[in-house]
């Protein structure tokens, strides 16, 4: 019996270890979709930006 309820233990701790490791890597996509989408973002800005002044100086 004791076998047993060590052995669910083990499970269970293992299953919440699991959970909060998955929750970490949702979190840690998010975070990465967002960087990424600001970088592209920041990217077109400085992009308009340098083409306005080059046809500027023309």
Do not use: D, F, N, Y
Not at 16 to 35: P, T
Not at 44 to 51: L, W
Request: net charge positive; charged share 15%; hydrophobic share 65%.
């Amino acid at each position: 019996m004791r076998a047993v309820l060590w052995v669910v233990g083990v499970v269970a701790g293992a299953l919440v270890l699991l959970g909060l490791l998955l929750e970490a890597v949702r979190w840690l996509v998010i975070i990465g979709v967002v960087a990424l989408v600001v970088v592209v973002v920041m990217g077109v800005v400085k992009g308009r930006q340098t083409v306005r002044r080059s046809a500027g100086h023309r």
